[in-house]
Every structure is written in structure tokens, then in C-alpha cells.
């Protein structure tokens, strides 16, 4: 099935630790975001890209990082110097070019959780 | 920034009544969207309407799009409880080589049996 897949769904980090969740989409898209949700709020932008090998900061970048070796991966690290990461994160795609057709899809998330 | 803000931030209703949600952006969009989320789970997306569209239906959702007062509202007729979830409206702005989609925080919808 076409879609976009996130693991792990539920990941515990320690103090200090980095930790990495990946990001599969096999729709073919150009364009990939990582977006960080906490409870009750919207989405932020953490990062995306629009095509391999380059990607952009969002708004809250600090603390994480990304990379788009390839179309259909985009794996995003939490980094220990991200001193509030525990939420929701959620990766999504979308094409790009077709501006006023663009739809975004969403994997399923990755809870974060400090212990 | 655009971001869209959603209106109310929670709606309780009974089942078979409709619910209308309102997004209000600040600067000039190409489309608005409109997506839903259960609990815990991604977001799905419902309906797009482009900046030059001002109404557009797909099955019980009719959504309205004003770009002179900056506001799309979202309609949801004879409700569910399986209707019971958060909606978001993102706002898509592109141009001069740049792309920004931005999401509001989303109103929480109480579908009640």
C-alpha cells in the first residue's frame, strides 16, 4: 500500500541521549516535513525538504537534526540538546510543483518520551 | 507568520446536529486546507480549496473560503459521533521560490451519541 510510515510508534529516551526516528514514504514525493506536536496544540515545523540531499530549517529547528539521503527517507534525530522533547511527532509528504494541488500526508506519529 | 487560527478551540454537539468551524489567516494564501485527527493518530486530509474558490462540497463538508476577510469556515452536516476528532486548517503560501504551509491549533470536536 502507498502511504508514509513512521517507526518506532512509542520511544523512550534518557537525559542526554540522541535518538532517531525514521521517516519511509513510498508516494513518490518530492517534499518531506517533520512536525512536533504537543498535547492539545497544533503542529510546528521542525524541518522539511523539498529535494534530496536538501532540506530547511522550520520553525523549531534547535535541538534537532535531518537528513534526505534519499527521496523516500527522511530521518530526523532528536538531539540531547533539545531540552523539551517529549511529544508527538509526526512526518508527512507531499509533491511538489502542482503548488495549488499540493495535499500533505501524514504517517501515523512517534510518541517521544523522556524518562 | 500566516498561521491559521481555528475557532472555537472546542465544540461539544449532539449527534445528527452540524458543526461549523472557522479559520482566520493574516496574509495571502494560494489554498486552504482542512485536515482531521483522532486521537493520537496522523492527520488526514479532507478538503483544498484554492484561493480563487469560494465554496466547495465533498459529501457532508462544505467548506467557504473569503479571501477579502481572510477566513475559511468548515461545515459538517447531520454529525456523527464518529465525527468526534480534532480539525486543523493549514494555510499554503508559495512564491519567489519559497513554500510555506502552515496549521492552525485546531478546533476539538465532541460528536455526542
Known amino acids: 500500500d502507498g502511504g508514509i510510515t513512521q517507526s518506532p510508534k512509542y520511544l523512550f529516551r534518557k537525559e542526554g541521549q540522541n535518538v532517531t526516528l525514521s521517516c519511509e514514504q513510498n508516494l513518490n514525493h518530492d517534499a518531506m516535513y517533520w512536525y512536533r506536536q504537543d498535547p492539545g496544540q497544533g503542529l510546528r515545523l521542525i524541518y522539511y525538504s523539498q529535494i534530496v540531499n536538501d532540506f530547511q530549517k522550520g520553525d523549531i529547528a534547535e535541538g534537532y537534526s535531518v537528513s534526505r539521503e534519499k527521496k523516500e527517507s527522511f530521518p530526523l534525530t532528536v538531539t540531547s540538546a533539545q531540552k523539551n522533547p517529549t511529544a508527538f511527532y509526526l512526518c508527512?509528504?507531499?509533491?511538489?510543483?502542482?503548488?495549488?494541488?499540493?495535499?500533505?500526508?501524514f504517517g501515523e506519529g512517534s510518541w517521544l518520551t523522556v524518562v | 507568520s500566516q498561521q491559521g487560527e481555528e475557532d472555537p478551540q472546542a465544540l461539544s454537539i449532539q449527534e445528527g446536529e452540524n458543526a461549523t468551524m472557522n479559520c482566520s489567516y493574516k496574509?495571502?494564501?494560494?489554498?486552504l486546507q482542512w485536515y482531521r485527527q483522532n486521537s493520537g493518530r496522523g492527520l488526514v486530509h479532507l478538503i483544498l480549496?484554492?484561493?480563487?474558490?469560494r465554496e466547495k462540497h465533498s459529501g457532508r463538508l462544505r467548506v467557504t473560503l473569503d479571501t477579502s476577510k481572510k477566513s475559511s469556515s468548515l461545515l459538517i452536516t447531520a454529525s456523527r459521533a464518529a465525527d468526534t476528532a480534532s480539525y486543523f486548517c493549514?494555510?499554503?503560501?508559495?512564491?519567489?521560490?519559497?513554500?510555506?504551509?502552515?496549521f492552525g491549533k485546531g478546533t476539538k470536536l465532541s460528536v455526542i451519541p
Open positions: 496574509t495571502s494564501i494560494n489554498n
Open positions: 508527512a509528504s507531499s509533491s511538489v510543483g502542482r503548488v495549488s494541488g499540493n495535499t500533505i500526508y
Open positions: 493549514a494555510t499554503v503560501w508559495s512564491g519567489a521560490g519559497s513554500y510555506q504551509l502552515t
Open positions: 480549496i484554492r484561493s480563487n474558490e
